[in-house]
């Protein structure tokens, strides 16, 4: 006992109200004690650890000579003609995708079908991604231009000739440009959800990409004085050409 309260005698620093100090001290030590009876913090610590991963947690991209690898959860079948897909309407991620293959491949629509899905994650990605979308201009020339995007999830498919591709389901920003007073920082306009045309809202953009494609992940900063344009912003990288020439449009979709 004296030992204690040695040591409750160190601890006390008022020189006004001691037996308040001291009472409140042998309380934070009670509620201490108490703590340490009533729960293990080795026990709670466990909880908030991440998971051990091992080989089986993901799985490689066949034939991608740059690693890409797809990581859990996976293997959730989803067919394209159902009502919806991660919330979004079957048919609008039908027709994503079947504009994917037709830029990238050429692929006609009889030879897609009703193929199934692979989600790979359960929750959207809700993030801004920059990207670039490889098409053909008018001089038949293939050139890639650069679009902004938020991601609503990602997925695996597999084409009409078996061959898997892992993509994303994006929701691509309305008008793309420059800034006034410098060409190398690019701009970006949303859709108004207030925005209609003869009565009806302006549905989104959808399109189907490849993960391949995603340059950044982006953020946005509001553009003065109008509440749906943006500058967008990269971490660890400094736009440094000029975006105009790049830029892209909603018609190369």
């Not at 109200?17 to 913090?41: C, D, P, R, W």
């Not at 938020?150 to 591709?165: L, N, S």
């Amino acid at each position: 006992m004296e030992r204690v309260i040695g040591v409750f005698l160190k601890l006390i620093k008022s020189k006004s109200k001691g037996g308040q100090n001291a009472s409140f001290l042998v309380e934070q030590f009670a509620i201490h004690n108490y703590t340490s009876m009533a729960i293990s913090i080795c026990d709670e610590v466990n909880l908030i650890r991440p998971k051990p991963y091992g080989r089986e947690s993901y799985m490689d991209h066949p034939n991608d000579p740059s690693g890409v690898q797809l990581w859990k959860p996976f293997h959730q079948f989803v067919n394209l003609n159902n009502d919806s897909v991660e919330g979004v309407g079957g048919p609008s991620v039908k027709e994503a995708l079947l504009k994917y293959y037709q830029r990238t491949t050429g692929l006609n629509g009889h030879e897609f079908g009703d193929s199934v899905v692979i989600k790979n994650e359960t929750s959207r990605g809700n993030h801004y991604v920059m990207f670039t979308c490889p098409y053909r201009n008018n001089r038949n020339v293939n050139v890639h231009s650069w679009l902004i995007s938020t991601v609503q999830f990602y997925f695996q498919h597999v084409d009409f000739h078996g061959f898997p591709h892992f993509l994303a389901f994006v929701e691509v920003m309305k008008e793309h440009d420059a800034a006034g007073h410098d060409s190398s920082v690019p701009i970006v306009k949303q859709q108004s959800q207030s925005t209609h045309t003869l009565g009806h809202q302006m549905q989104p953009t959808y399109a189907v990409i490849s993960v391949n494609d995603i340059c950044y992940q982006v953020g946005l900063v509001q553009y003065p004085l109008n509440g749906n344009k943006f500058y967008v912003i990269t971490p660890y990288y400094i736009f440094n050409n000029n975006m105009c020439i790049t830029k892209g449009n909603l018609s190369i979709l």
